[in-house]
């Protein structure tokens, strides 16, 4: 059974402090992995994707794998209110096409002013 | 920006009725996907489409489950008899590339 494991929260952290949002996956061939944020109701949306081994940034935004550890990571800097969200991380296992991918359970970040 | 649109937004239906959930996927978009998530849960994958054919589909895509893309927009998914545990938001999604997902279909089976 193909898993991803993350802490459900919540993670409260203070305005313009970093959060760090952590993710852990079962099979060791996955080769993509996502981040997604998704505000109550609404349809998740993509904030960053990774395939290497490393850090990846994009803005605030900072992902990082270990493949070796099985670890996906997001920290977003300088946390904003507007931050507040669920956090899905995904990952695809299967290679090929893109959009097959298992999702964790997310992780809801609240951002306190 | 180009975006895949998804009707209806909510869907109320009774147990045993067919419902079909409709989406417009991105135009230059080939492979066409359908989620789930069950209130509280997490987002599930049901069924992705390539090429007019159906080319992985999960456990949860059973045979009350089917899709058709029947014209050159048009991506829709059918649950022939609903029942109560069908109840979710129905997420649509496209790519190439990255997953963009639909704002979703809430349905709700009474």
């Known amino acids: 059974q193909k898993e991803v494991e993350q802490n459900s929260g919540p993670l409260s952290v203070p305005e313009g402090a970093i959060a760090s949002l952590n993710c852990t996956y079962s099979d060791r061939g996955s080769q993509s992995f996502f981040w997604y944020r998704q505000y109550s109701g609404k349809s998740p949306e993509l904030i960053m994707f990774i395939y290497s081994n490393g850090d990846k940034e994009d803005g605030r935004f900072t992902a990082q794998l270990n493949k070796a550890s099985q670890y996906v990571s997001l920290l977003i800097r300088d946390s904003q209110p507007s931050d507040s969200a669920t956090y899905l991380c995904?990952?695809?296992?299967?290679?090929?096409?893109?959009?097959?991918?298992?999702f964790g359970k997310g992780t809801k970040l609240s951002v306190k002013p | 920006e180009p975006e895949v649109t998804q009707t209806p937004s909510h869907q109320v239906t009774q147990m045993g009725q067919e419902v079909i959930l409709r989406c417009v996927p991105i135009?230059?978009?080939?492979?066409f996907y359908w989620y789930r998530q069950i209130l509280g849960q997490k987002v599930e994958f049901l069924v992705s489409f390539y090429n007019n054919e159906i080319s992985e589909k999960s456990e949860i895509f059973d045979d009350q489950f089917s899709v058709e893309r029947p014209d050159g927009s048009n991506f829709t998914l059918k649950i022939r008899s609903t029942k109560l545990e069908d109840s979710a938001m129905y997420f649509c999604?496209?790519?190439?590339?990255?997953?963009?997902f639909g704002e979703g279909s809430r349905l709700t089976v009474l």
């Open positions: 995904a990952v695809n296992p299967y290679g090929g096409s893109q959009g097959n991918l298992i």
């Open positions: 135009s230059n978009h080939l492979y």
């Open positions: 999604a496209s790519t190439p590339g990255e997953l963009f």
